[in-house]
């Protein structure tokens, strides 16, 4: 079943957020704490995965192309619109836009990445779901942390994930076949150092330091395909 990781790694998330519910009623200067700590983390996290660039100038020229293509196309704005439609709906009456500032940043976090893409790919060419049982882990454990801060948004994170990681395993056959391997290797390990970079921006956010709308960020990883592959046919 080429989607049994994709479902693993969706109830992972909705476990770790119920737990993450459970321990709300923390002080505020705990939370404050936490939520340093974890937003330091996720910073380090994306370090790391921006390092990996082997030739740093796609990174560059892929987030100011895609930023420029997400500004206009105001995906942050209309991000935040689906979290606040879905906050009405679940008949959440906070208004403090938490339950909006949960689903998009716990999304990007679980969306942003490698392992998604190369899970998925193995989950839909090979039926081999290991990475997206380690994702699972991973995004569960953290979903704790991020629901305990804020909120039941984080929950309905799942939802993009899912419909993600979903579909390139569904169609990773037609992947498989159109793209050559030394491509995909070539766009996964551009599209990993993007990706670091708008995890940095997301522990950035976290910090309060600048509000970097970072899902107006997210086309540089169709341009950094399509600059890949001008790259690697000419």
């Known amino acids: 079943m080429a989607l049994l990781g994709t479902l693993v790694n969706g109830i992972a998330i909705i476990v770790g957020a119920m737990v993450g519910l459970i321990f709300t009623r923390i002080p505020e200067r705990v939370k404050t704490t936490v939520m340093q700590a974890i937003a330091l983390a996720v910073i380090l996290l994306g370090m790391g995965m921006g390092l990996e660039s082997d030739q740093f100038l796609i990174t560059i020229g892929s987030l100011v192309l895609g930023g420029v293509l997400g500004e206009?196309?105001?995906?942050?704005?209309?991000?935040?619109?689906?979290?606040?439609w879905i906050e009405k709906k679940a008949g959440s009456t906070g208004g403090d836009g938490l339950f909006a500032k949960g689903f998009v940043t716990a999304?990007?976090?679980?969306?942003?990445?490698?392992?998604?893409?190369?899970?998925?790919?193995?989950?839909?060419?090979?039926?081999?779901?290991?990475?997206?049982?380690?994702?699972?882990?991973?995004?569960?454990f953290s979903s704790i942390?991020?629901?305990?801060?804020?909120?039941?948004?984080?929950?309905?994170?799942?939802?993009?994930?899912?419909?993600?990681?979903?579909?390139?395993?569904?169609?990773?056959?037609?992947?498989?076949?159109?793209?050559?391997?030394?491509?995909?290797?070539?766009?996964?390990?551009?599209?990993?150092?993007?990706?670091?970079?708008?995890?940095?921006?997301?522990?950035?956010?976290?910090?309060?330091?600048?509000?970097?709308?970072?899902?107006?960020?997210?086309?540089?990883?169709?341009?950094?395909?399509?600059i890949t592959s001008l790259l690697y046919f000419f």
């Open 72 to 84: 206009w196309l105001r995906i942050e704005e209309y991000l935040n619109a689906f979290g606040y």
């Open 107 to 140: 999304s990007l976090v679980y969306v942003v990445g490698a392992m998604a893409v190369l899970g998925a790919l193995d989950s839909g060419l090979r039926l081999d779901h290991s990475l997206l049982y380690t994702k699972a882990m991973l995004d569960g």
């Open 145 to 226: 942390f991020f629901a305990s801060m804020m909120g039941i948004g984080v929950l309905f994170s799942v939802v993009p994930v899912v419909l993600y990681q979903g579909t390139i395993a569904l169609l990773a056959g037609q992947i498989n076949r159109i793209v050559p391997d030394p491509l995909l290797e070539m766009f996964i390990t551009e599209m990993t150092a993007a990706g670091g970079v708008m995890i940095v921006a997301i522990g950035v956010r976290l910090l309060g330091i600048v509000d970097v709308k970072v899902a107006n960020l997210l086309p540089a990883i169709p341009v950094v395909f399509m």
